[in-house]
């Protein structure tokens, strides 16, 4: 009996130590994820059940649900009037009656989110703004007398103007929907990316706005992500350094060489935000965005890409192919590749899974 205890104790002692450095080394992991554009092109839960399995299956810790676009605003929200209670259902398939645009409904998000969650995948929905707007602001043309008063104050074209004291407690309150449906702990997109106000040098306004949701986020236990578009070189001190930056493009894949040459004047490199004290995810736009268009899935595409990637790119590589300025400091954490519509809905769901297979089990592998 001395002996069995003495080797009890001796057995806690080593899974006392080992346990920690097994916990530190899961952690310095690269983290490994997919990005769902869910708004371009509608996508089921079953659909979506898959490809969390799929990363699952590849060693992946998360998958972000781009829910909201100029397209279609992707998931119910009682604040612009899209309710499963509105809705016409067909099958496990809600649409807004108006705009006949297919919707998760929050049940059906939760259900995502828990399904994640017990195959340790977190599911990010992201809600998009102040770009990316042209859904939610049709929607509140065509809602409430409330939201058509208010759209006329906090709506410019297609984006939501930053210098209305509205438009935060307004997003404030469509996020507030889904705060409840999150683990503590996890993580809710805020957009950011490609609005107009990009090409200013120091922006008080967006500096104000996206401290704003990070700290009603962090109030509600939970973590900020956004994209690397709305966050100038200037402005770093002022940001909240504990948002989650999601670094796809340098100068936003403009064809216009003066676009591009004041974006990379103002705007930071991802070492630059490690630098800052930003942690980042590597969603590289030359290697990891995966466009559901014809030309991608050509037998010639599909084996360049993969040739191309396992020969060329690592989570270092975030400038387009620059090998020149990378990004080796331990707060970029790993990378996301993505899958992004068309705009065109060119394939079935079915035939994106299919067709995205190839690539998605390529970057597992490799990243």
Same mark, same amino acid.
């Not at 040739?307 to 300025?325: A, G, Y």
């Not at 707060?331 to 992004?340: F, K």
């Given at each position: 009996?001395?002996?069995?205890?003495?080797?009890?104790?001796?057995?806690?002692?080593?899974?006392?130590?080992?346990?920690?450095?097994?916990?530190?080394?899961?952690?310095?992991?690269?983290?490994?994820?997919?990005?769902?554009?869910?708004?371009?092109?509608?996508?089921?839960?079953?659909?979506?059940?898959?490809?969390?399995?799929?990363?699952?299956?590849?060693?992946?810790?998360?998958?972000?649900?781009?829910?909201?676009?100029?397209?279609?605003?992707?998931?119910?929200?009682?604040?612009?009037?899209?309710?499963?209670?509105?809705?016409?259902?067909?099958?496990?398939?809600?649409?807004?009656?108006?705009?006949?645009?297919?919707?998760?409904?929050?049940?059906?998000?939760?259900?995502?989110?828990?399904?994640?969650?017990?195959?340790?995948?977190?599911?990010?929905?992201?809600?998009?703004?102040?770009?990316?707007?042209?859904?939610?602001?049709?929607?509140?043309?065509?809602?409430?007398?409330?939201?058509?008063?208010?759209?006329?104050?906090?709506?410019?074209?297609?984006?939501?103007?930053?210098?209305?004291?509205?438009?935060?407690?307004?997003?404030?309150?469509?996020? #507030?929907?889904? &705060?409840?449906?999150?683990?503590? =702990?996890?993580? %809710? !997109? *805020?957009? +950011? $990316?490609?609005?107009?106000?990009?090409?200013?040098?120091?922006?008080?306004?967006?500096?104000?706005?996206?401290?704003?949701?990070?700290?009603?986020?962090?109030?509600?236990?939970?973590?900020?992500?956004?994209?690397?578009?709305?966050?100038?070189?200037?402005?770093?001190?002022?940001?909240?350094?504990?948002?989650?930056?999601?670094?796809?493009?340098?100068?936003?894949?403009?064809?216009?060489?003066?676009?591009?040459?004041?974006?990379?004047?103002?705007?930071?490199?991802?070492?630059?935000?490690?630098?800052?004290?930003?942690?980042?995810?590597?969603?590289?736009?030359?290697?990891?965005?995966?466009?559901?268009?014809?030309?991608?899935?050509?037998?010639?595409?599909?084996?360049?890409?993969?040739?191309?990637?396992?020969?060329?790119?690592?989570?270092?590589?975030?400038?387009?192919?620059?090998?020149? #300025?990378?990004? &080796?400091?331990?707060?970029?954490? =790993?990378?996301? %590749? !993505? *899958?992004? +519509? $068309?705009?065109?809905?060119?394939?079935?769901?079915?035939?994106?899974?299919?067709?995205?297979?190839?690539?998605?089990?390529?970057?597992?592998?490799?990243?």
């Amino acid at each position: 009996m001395a002996k069995f205890l003495k080797g009890l104790l001796v057995f806690s002692l080593l899974l006392g130590i080992w346990a920690p450095q097994s916990a530190q080394a899961a952690i310095k992991r690269p983290a490994k994820g997919l990005i769902l554009d869910a708004a371009r092109q509608y996508y089921s839960v079953s659909s979506i059940k898959k490809l969390i399995t799929t990363t699952h299956r590849g060693g992946g810790t998360f998958l972000q649900l781009h829910l909201t676009d100029d397209t279609r605003f992707g998931v119910e929200n009682a604040h612009l009037g899209q309710t499963v209670k509105a809705a016409r259902k067909q099958g496990d398939v809600y649409y807004n009656r108006k705009t006949k645009l297919a919707f998760l409904s929050k049940r059906q998000l939760r259900s995502l989110i828990v399904y994640g969650h017990r195959r340790h995948v977190e599911v990010i929905p992201e809600i998009d703004t102040p770009g990316h707007a042209k859904a939610l602001i049709k929607l509140m043309k065509t809602g409430s007398a409330a939201n058509r008063q208010l759209a006329k104050t906090i709506a410019s074209g297609n984006e939501l103007t930053l210098h209305s004291a509205k438009t935060l407690p307004f997003v404030k309150a469509l996020l #507030s929907e889904y &705060t409840g449906l999150q683990y503590r =702990g996890q993580h %809710i !997109s *805020i957009g +950011g $990316d490609e609005y107009s106000a990009t090409t200013a040098p120091h922006q008080p306004a967006t500096v104000s706005y996206t401290n704003g949701l990070n700290r009603y986020l962090r109030s509600k236990h939970l973590r900020t992500t956004m994209w690397n578009d709305g966050l100038m070189r200037a402005d770093l001190p002022r940001i909240d350094h504990n948002i989650l930056v999601t670094y796809w493009s340098y100068d936003g894949e403009t064809d216009n060489a003066q676009t591009i040459r004041a974006h990379r004047q103002i705007r930071p490199t991802l070492p630059q935000l490690n630098q800052a004290g930003f942690q980042t995810i590597n969603a590289n736009f030359w290697y990891l965005y995966v466009i559901t268009r014809p030309k991608t899935f050509t037998t010639e595409s599909v084996r360049y890409w993969q040739r191309d990637l396992t020969q060329n790119w690592t989570r270092q590589v975030w400038d387009k192919t620059n090998h020149q #300025s990378l990004a &080796t400091s331990s707060r970029n954490l =790993g990378s996301a %590749i !993505s *899958i992004w +519509g $068309d705009g065109r809905k060119t394939y079935s769901q079915k035939q994106v899974l299919q067709k995205t297979k190839p690539f998605l089990t390529t970057y597992f592998q490799h990243a």
